[in-house]
Each structure stands twice: as C-alpha cells, then as structure tokens.
C-alpha cells in the first residue's frame, strides 16, 4: 500500500470546524482511503472511508482532491471528545490478503475548551 | 452487542512464560486480526484468520500462535514471552475480507520482565 504523510499535531477551538490534512502522492487505482482515530487508552475507532467522490456520515466528512493525491478530513464542530490522534491510511481492499491497515504515525488533535 | 472484546486488560510476564490473550466478538464477522502497539508507533498486523479454521500470519508473526475453532473467539499465545513482546495488543473484526470498516477491541497491555 501506499504511504501516506500526515502532520504530527493541530490544535483546535472547540465547537469549531476542523480539518486535517493527508498527503498520498503515490496512491494507486484501487487503493481506498481510510480514516481512523484513536482515543486515549483506546481501540481504534473507524471513522470513514473513500474512492474517488466526497464522502459524509455522521462523524465526519472526506473529502478527496480530484487527482486522489491527498485528501481532508473534516470534523465539522471539533468536541472534547474529538481529541484524538487521526490515522489516514490507503489499503488495496482486493489485493490485500490479510486485510491489513497500515498505521502511520498519524495526527495528534488537541481540542482547546 | 458488546462489538469486540478483549481479557485481560493488564498483564505482566516473565521471561520464558506463556500466555494467552483472549478475543471474542458477537457480530458474527468472517475476518478477525490480532496487531501490536509499541509506544509512539502505529500498529503492526500479527496473525489473522478469514473465517473459522483458517489463519494466517501479518507483517510481525514470529514468537505468536493463533487458533480459530469458532468463529466468535480468536485467542493469540505467547509461547516464551520475551521484553521484546511488550506491547499493547489490539484484536479487530470485520464482516470480511476487504470490508471497510473494522472494529477493535479495547486493547491488553503486556509487560514482560
């Protein structure tokens, strides 16, 4: 899979809009991308996923630059709770064997109350 | 459902003792994993199974044996822990191979002395 390039850490206002930024330059046709947070002392927690077009749910939106070489996450009103750090990972969903997710070192988001 | 869960919570080993670290998941999913965490870094895929009697190894094999005789349990043996072992252990479910969103269990944190 592809590598990906995340900043170490953002800082965030609560109730604020959030964006968290991924570079994947050498992404490849099939690779989707994925994010994922962990909380502090926790599993990580899916958030969402994409191809090609923008993605929303109810945790967050994607959003996906046109040539797939990076891509946004946004959270759209950042919580305490949202302090986290933010994984963006790209996996070949169907050549990859073992359906492994291939952590970086991710994103460290600090929310300010 | 209680998702993904994982016994126990903390562990401390000796050199040369065994273990087994215990993952059970109720949503009836095909594909369950075992990665490790070492402080600082992302996770590392150990062993993983796509369906009841099947199992393979992920990028960090060595020193793990895994077994899937159900398909709800997905128990991971230490053979002779080792320092090198310490780490925190995350199991993860999904519906299957290649499926998007996989689900973690809360994590075992190992030290061996």
């Known amino acids: 899979d592809a590598k990906t390039t995340q900043p170490n850490s953002m800082e965030s206002n609560e109730e604020e809009p959030v964006h968290l930024p991924c570079n994947h330059s050498t992404i490849s046709g099939t690779d989707y991308i994925h994010w994922y947070r962990q909380l502090p002392s926790q599993g990580p927690e899916y958030v969402i996923h994409g191809l090609t077009s923008n993605v929303n749910n109810r945790m967050a939106s994607l959003a996906i630059a046109e040539d797939r070489k990076s891509s946004t996450l946004i959270l759209h009103r950042a919580t305490l709770r949202d302090a986290a750090v933010y994984y963006c990972?790209?996996?070949?969903?169907?050549?990859?064997?073992?359906?492994?997710?291939?952590f970086g070192g991710g994103t460290r988001l600090m929310v300010k109350p | 459902n209680a998702g993904v869960t994982q016994t126990p919570k903390f562990q401390v080993l000796k050199t040369g003792q065994s273990m087994t670290l215990q993952c059970a998941q109720d949503?009836?999913?095909?594909?369950m994993s075992w990665y490790r965490q070492d402080p600082g870094m992302g996770l590392r895929l150990i062993h993983y199974?796509?369906?009841?009697?099947?199992?393979d190894q992920g990028e960090v094999p060595n020193g793990y044996n895994v077994s899937r005789s159900t398909t709800e349990d997905f128990p991971l043996r230490l053979l002779s822990a080792a320092p090198s072992q310490t780490s925190v252990y995350f199991c993860?479910?999904?519906?299957?191979?290649?499926?998007?969103?996989?689900?973690f269990g809360p994590g075992t944190r190992l030290t061996v002395t």
């Open positions: 990972i790209l996996r070949d969903n169907y050549g990859n064997a073992g359906n492994m997710l291939t």
């Open positions: 993860a479910s999904s519906r299957a191979q290649g499926w998007n969103e996989q689900y």
């Open positions: 199974s796509v369906g009841a009697g099947i199992t």
């Open positions: 949503m009836n999913h095909e594909y």
